[in-house]
C-alpha cells in the first residue's frame, strides 16, 4: 500500500477515491440541509430533528454519537489525504519540467487552471463554516447548541452571510466540474464515446448542488422561511447537538 501511494499513478487513485467519498458527503449534506425548507414545526424543526437523529444514529447497539464521530473522523482523514496527494502529486510536476519551461498549455479549462486556488478557498471556507455551525465559536449572530433550524435562520438574515455562502458555492462548483470529470478520467471511466455525456453529467451534478445548497440561505433571507418559534428552539436545545447539518457547505 505504501509502495501504491508512493507511485505517482498510485497517488492519483488515491486522490480520486477520497475525492469520490467527499463527494458523497456532499450529497447527503445537502439532502440532510433540505430539512430546513420545512420550516420551524410546530414543536421542532425537522432540520433539528435530523440532527438529533444523527446523534442518536446506532443506539443502542453502539454508544451514542459514535457513528456521527466515526463519520467525521472517515471525512477528515479522507481530506487530510485528499490535500496531501494533491500537493505531492503538483510539487512532483513542477520538479519534472525543465528549467525555462516554454510550452503552453493548451486546451485547459479555466476550472482546470485555478484548481489549487479554488482548493486553497474552499478550505478555508470549510473551516468558516465549522466555526460558525459546527463548534459555534463565531457569535456575529444568536447561535444554541442543538438548534440548528434558529442558528440558520439568524445568520442569513445577514446578507454578508448570504455573499458568503454563495460565493464559496460558486467556488465549490468550480472546483467540483472538474474535480469530478478528473475522477472518472482517474478511474479509467473516460473514453471518446462517453465523454460529452460524463462532461455534461458533470456539469449538471455541480448546479444541482450548489442549487441545493444555495436554496435555504436564500429562503432563509427572503423570509420565505418562517422565523424559529420559541416552542421549537427549546425542545431543540434540550439535546446537545453538534450535527453535520449545522449549514451549509
Known sequence: MIAFW????????????????????????????LNSAFGPGADEARVDWYAHWLR?????????????????????SA???????????TKRNR???PANFPAKRIGRSFES????????LVLAFIIFHILQFTTLSIHVTPVEEGAVYSNLYYAFQ??????????ALLLIGMHLRHGV??????LGFDNPNRNPKLRHGSTVFVLVLIVGFGAIPVL???DVLDPPNAAAVITSSIGAVGSLTGGVA
Open 6 to 33: 508512493r507511485s505517482s499513478v498510485g497517488k492519483k487513485n488515491i486522490v480520486a477515491v477520497t475525492g469520490a467519498i467527499l463527494i458523497g458527503y456532499l450529497i447527503l449534506h445537502m439532502l440532510g440541509n
Open 220 to 222: 432563509f433571507f427572503t
Open 95 to 97: 520538479a519534472a519540467r
Open 113 to 120: 487552471m485555478a484548481m489549487l486556488g479554488t482548493g486553497v
Open 56 to 76: 442518536d444514529f446506532g443506539e443502542p447497539l453502539l454508544p451514542h454519537a459514535f457513528v456521527l464521530w466515526a463519520v467525521r473522523v472517515i471525512l477528515l
Open 79 to 89: 481530506l487530510v489525504i485528499h490535500i496531501t496527494g494533491i500537493v505531492q502529486l
Open 158 to 167: 445577514k446578507w454578508y452571510f448570504l455573499v458568503i455562502y454563495v460565493a
Open 181 to 186: 470529470w478528473s475522477l472518472f478520467q482517474t
